[in-house]
Nanobody
Framework: QVQLVESGGGLVQAGGSLRLSCAAS????????MGWFRQAPGKEREFVAA????????YYAASVKGRFTISRDNAKNTVYLQMNSLKPEDTAVYYC????????????????WGQGTQVTVSS
């Protein structure tokens, strides 16, 4: 499995921006589809975005499409989540995850996970 470490979370006002990073190690990064999930208190973990092995084909949850952008740098073994126009309902712990198949939004198909980074959006 690949080891994942997220960073970049924090406290931001509504309408603001944050960029999350996830550094990978241990396996060939470009062999994995990379995704971001989030989990708010008392709620299930939900899909946010994912990106193909080469970085050319991202896909998003409807709730973030047009506001969030996922990207990856295979030379740096890093995946990013640029979050703009943040809303209080975006408040959650954000997790980076790795999968070997493309197209899934189900957390159960992602086999490797980071420890999470907290994002809090104040109104």
């Amino acid at each position: 499995q690949v080891q994942l470490v997220e960073s970049g979370g924090g406290l931001v006002q509504a309408g603001g921006s944050l960029r999350l990073s996830c550094a990978a190690s241990g396996r060939t990064f470009s062999n994995y589809v990379m995704g971001w999930f989030r989990q708010a208190p008392g709620k299930e973990r939900e899909f946010v975005a994912a990106i193909s092995w080469s970085g050319t084909s991202p896909y998003y949850a409807a709730s973030v499409k047009g506001r969030f952008t996922i990207s990856r740098d295979n030379a740096k073994n890093t995946v990013y989540l640029q979050m703009n126009s943040l809303k209080p309902e975006d408040t959650a712990v954000y997790y980076c995850a790795a999968d070997q198949t493309y197209g899934s939004t189900w957390y159960g198909s992602f086999g490797s996970w980071g420890q999470g980074t907290q994002v809090t959006v104040s109104s």
